[in-house]
């Protein structure tokens, strides 16, 4: 079981950015999916899920878009408006458990290796 994540990239201020994670080994198309993202000296910290409905963290909102194509087993997370605050590591996961907060990231038990998303001001 794999998700390999990519899309990151260099950007300026204002940019857009589309990541992709694509799942292999398992169809991941009725679990829920996130992404999170650590900054330099960060904790990780949720952006992201599309399960039955959509979460966003507030600092996103209204600026980042997720979405999946379960006939590819893939989740996007499109970005735009983006800031240097966005600057981070961009993990996607996977929860197939059931119970706790889409928000933690201790609830999701399959990992991408991370892209890089670098946002110049």
């Known amino acids: 079981v794999q998700l390999q994540a990519s899309g990151g990239g260099l950007v300026r201020a204002g940019g857009s950015l589309r990541l992709s994670c694509a799942a292999s080994?398992?169809?991941?198309?009725?679990?829920?999916m996130g992404w999170f993202r650590q900054g330099p000296g960060k904790e990780r910290e949720f952006v992201a899920a599309?399960?039955?409905?959509?979460l966003y963290s507030d600092s996103v909102k209204g600026r980042f878009t997720i979405s999946r194509d379960n006939a590819k087993n893939t989740v996007y997370l499109q970005m735009t408006s983006l800031k240097p605050e966005d600057t981070a590591v961009y993990y996607c996961?996977?929860?197939?458990?059931?119970?706790?907060?889409?928000?933690?990231?201790?609830?999701?038990?399959?990992w991408g290796q991370g892209t890089q998303v670098t946002v110049s001001s």
């Open positions: 080994g398992r169809v991941f198309s009725s679990y829920p």
């Open positions: 996961a996977a929860r197939t458990l059931s119970g706790g907060s889409y928000y933690e990231a201790l609830n999701y038990d399959y």
């Open positions: 599309f399960s039955w409905r959509t």
